[in-house]
């Protein structure tokens, strides 16, 4: 068996043509047989023995024990040999034919024997890769030191072989690298030593490219090769099926959850377990964040050209303007790699705002047909001649209840995107709410005119009276000054809602207690003690519907019903056509007054007034009819007007003259009035709703 001489990767030698002719008429005997893909595979058939390079020196090549058992084939076609090498092989070669004058980092005493193919061979099975990539830059340079022009096809074919491994290293270096993110934590070594043999070339060329003093683009570097390589990595996982199938979510959902999902969990394996296998220069996790930035925003952009439904335009605004910045950008474990990133907005600025501006008209006419829906709901129930849910205690109607959770889902959800888009939602839907509300009030003026026939006519109406707090409650709680004029016509349409709902009831007890009232005059005076009495029970018997009444609605149906009865009551007093001369009388009179006003105060309080504002007016008036002394009339009549100062120059003239002053003590007594003529009206009056039954002189 004929010694093969030892074969290093040098510079292919060109051939001259008398060796060409001979390669022309014979070929390899190895081409012959080899396939015609290009894979790295075990075999037990070992090649030709010109084919295979040993060195010389067999003794001094390291044993085969200190590699794997397996064998690795690697065919070749003339095919293959022939065909023109691209990419970073082609950037290699082309290193190679210019002699190599690069500075060579030599491996460890150990590994510098000579070494044959197939022992380089076993070594990138085995994942050695640094340790091969070692040895064939060994190789290269002893080739070239050696080059024997009486082997020029030998030589050619030896570079052909090495030129081969150096491809199957780079595929197999670069499948470890696209793997990065999979294996960092299980297999740390095997990340490692690929990412080695990278480190090793990109620093070879950058070093070339210094000695030359200019750069060439005619082909792919290691670098840009391995950038290429973390970009299909990053694409292959982003694209990706998700782990798990949601069934709930749209399409556009489910992907970018896993967009979000996936880069975020991956740039923290980047961070923990990859990039310290690199220099810093290689910038590491800045390269992963922009991949996943870039594909990330690529896919939104393309989602945000379609005509999106409302639930995905709110998806995909969410995204952009809270998930991806809050979630992702400024995570605790990321912050600090991905701001050194610079990444951006997932969508330039002005698509976002026309993203908004259809999420908003979206969501509001949304709103418009889920408040329309509920007021359908509302008036069916009462024209069905069922009887209102109690709740708490109370008529309950789900109305307030369905309306405000409509809009306030919608409302935060716009605020979780960000505060200014919640704002302007707000906005909007408070003016919604506005027309929803009229619409309400209308409706239940309908139902009042042409269903008081209606069993559970009553209920029906406190249950709507009862929806007034939470609307008020709500309005007040999501306006602001800019929004006041919305917020005070709100307001008044709620207060018209409560007012039409209480004359149901208002109206025709007044209307019985007014009756009574007559009863009351200068003529039966004494015999109108047990008028109170009455009245009392007449009201008695009325108000007791108003227990199902939200507390604080009772409290002002109840203050308006203290508030007519004093009313009335002080206006019955001002309807005379005789004044009582007789101290006696009057004393009766008054205090007859301060019955009717303990009596009428009681009541009233018990059942839920606060009107304790009105106390001291009927035994104010009582006290002024029951003195004699022109100055304690005038003092009594300046504690009066002090307390009330809507009173009128006429109506303090009506009381006075059931007494028999003269017409000067009357003057200096009404002089009063000026005094206190600016006093500032409060915003409860009492004798401004008193109408004098006829004039005055």
């Known amino acids: 068996m004929q010694k093969s001489r030892p074969l290093f990767y040098s510079s292919p030698p060109k051939l001259s043509k008398q060796t060409e002719n001979k390669k022309t008429a014979k070929p390899s005997t190895s081409s012959e047989s080899e396939p015609e893909s290009l894979s790295i595979e075990s075999s037990s058939e070992e090649a030709h023995p010109k084919n295979h390079m040993r060195t010389e020196n067999h003794k001094q090549t390291p044993p085969l024990e200190c590699f794997p058992q397996s064998l690795l084939e690697l065919p070749r076609t003339d095919h293959d040999k022939d065909k023109p090498k691209t990419g970073i092989i082609q950037k290699i070669v082309h290193f190679f034919d210019r002699g190599g004058k690069r500075k060579e980092k030599k491996p460890q005493e150990e590994n510098c024997q000579p070494i044959t193919v197939d022992q380089i061979k076993k070594l990138i099975e085995s994942q050695h890769f640094y340790e091969a990539s070692q040895h064939l830059t060994v190789m290269q340079k002893e080739s070239n030191s050696n080059l024997d022009s009486s082997n020029d096809e030998k030589t050619q074919g030896n570079w052909t072989e090495i030129e081969f491994l150096l491809e199957v290293l780079c595929q197999k270096v670069f499948s470890i690298i696209q793997s990065s993110i999979s294996i960092a934590s299980t297999e740390p070594e095997l990340l490692k030593n690929a990412v080695r043999v990278v480190i090793k070339w990109v620093e070879e060329e950058e070093e ?8 060439s683009h005619s082909f792919k570097t290691w670098k840009e090769e391995w950038r290429d390589t973390i970009q299909k990595s990053v694409e292959e996982r982003m694209k990706a099926s998700p782990v798990v199938d949601n069934n709930n979510l749209s399409t556009i959902a489910s992907t970018f959850l896993h967009m979000g999902m996936t880069m975020k969990m991956d740039m923290i394996t980047v961070m923990q377990h990859i990039k310290h296998h690199y220099p810093e220069d290689f910038q590491v996790c800045n390269t992963y964040a922009k991949f996943y930035h870039h594909y990330f925003s690529s896919q939104t952009a393309m989602f945000a050209d379609f005509e999106l439904s409302k639930k995905d335009n709110y998806l995909l605004l969410n995204w952009v303007q809270n998930l991806y910045p809050e979630d992702i950008k400024n995570n605790s474990d ?12 997932l969508l330039p600025l002005e698509q976002v705002k026309q993203l908004e501006q259809t999420y908003l008209s979206q969501e509001v006419d949304f709103i418009r047909c889920c408040l329309d829906k509920c007021l359908k709901i509302e008036v069916n129930s009462w024209t069905q001649e069922t009887k209102p849910r109690i709740f708490d205690n109370y008529y309950h109607s789900e109305l307030s209840i369905d309306a405000i959770k409509a809009i306030s889902d919608v409302q935060d959800c716009a605020k979780a995107i960000t505060q200014e888009l919640g704002h302007q939602m707000s906005a909007l839907l408070l003016t919604e709410l506005l027309t929803f509300l009229q619409s309400y009030n209308n409706e239940l003026e309908i139902f009042i005119r042409e269903n008081n026939q209606n069993i559970y006519f009553e209920a029906i109406i406190i249950a709507n009276i009862n929806n007034f707090e939470n609307f008020w409650t709500h309005t007040e709680k999501n306006t602001d000054s800019a929004e006041s004029d919305v917020k005070t016509n709100i307001f008044s349409i709620l207060e018209n809602i409560r007012t039409t709902g209480f004359n149901v009831f208002l109206e025709p007890l007044f209307q019985e207690s007014q009756t009574l009232l007559r009863q009351f005059n200068e003529k039966r005076w004494a015999s109108c003690s047990a008028l109170m009495d009455e009245i009392i029970t007449c009201m008695d018997a009325r108000i007791c519907v108003f227990k199902r009444l939200k507390n604080h609605h009772c409290q002002v149906i109840m203050e308006r019903i203290h508030l007519f009865l004093v009313q009335k009551y002080i206006e019955r007093l001002m309807w005379r056509n005789t004044t009582l001369k007789s101290p006696e009388k009057q004393n009766q009179l008054s205090e007859l007054i301060r019955s009717h006003a303990s009596i009428l105060y009681t009541f009233c309080t018990e059942n839920g007034s606060n009107a304790t504002w009105l106390e001291s007016a009927l035994p104010s008036l009582a006290e002024i009819i029951r003195l004699q002394d022109p100055d304690a009339i005038k003092i009594e009549v300046c504690a009066l007007v002090s307390r009330y100062p809507d009173i009128k120059r006429r109506q303090l ?17 009404l002089i009063v009035l000026n005094i206190h003529g600016d006093a500032t009206l409060p915003s409860s009056l009492l004798f401004t709703g008193i109408r004098l039954p006829f004039p005055l002189h």
Do not use: F, M, Y
């Not at 009506?654 to 007594?669: C, E, F, H, R, V």
């Open 653 to 669: 003239r009506a009381i006075l003259n059931i007494k028999p002053l003269s017409s000067s003590n009357l003057k200096s007594i």
């Open 334 to 345: 990321l912050v600090k790699e991905l701001d050194e990133a610079s990444l951006g907005n």
């Open 208 to 215: 070339e490219e210094k000695e030359r003093s200019i750069h």
